[in-house]
């Protein structure tokens, strides 16, 4: 699933701060937020894709790490991120 620019643009500035400012964690944890939510659907229909499956482990694994940079940098950021987004942790 690829987003449009626009969903793409509204996703950054709702949690970037703009929708120009793409390398904010905040924004790249909800691009890869809904673009886990987004595989979860697709495993669910197609059990055996076993490329996809191994995709959102790397992509799971990515975000966490970038939840991780969050929790030293900034405390209240990542609570505010995950209270946000639904996350458990």
């Known amino acids: 699933m690829l987003l449009t620019k ?15 400012n793409t390398g904010s964690t905040e924004g790249q ?3 890869f937020t809904d673009r886990i939510i987004h595989l979860t659907e697709h495993l669910k229909k197609n059990r055996k ?3 996809t499956e ?8 990515k975000r966490r790490s970038l939840l991780d940079y969050l929790t ?3 405390v ?14």
């Open 72 to 74: 030293k940098k900034d």
């Open 76 to 89: 209240l950021r990542y609570r505010a991120i995950v209270k946000e987004l639904g996350l458990r942790k």
């Open 29 to 31: 944890i909800a691009l």
């Open 6 to 20: 626009e969903a793409k643009a509204a996703l950054f500035a709702k949690h970037g701060g703009t929708a120009k």
């Open 54 to 61: 191994r995709s959102l482990v790397m992509l799971v694994g």
């Open 49 to 51: 894709d076993y490329n």
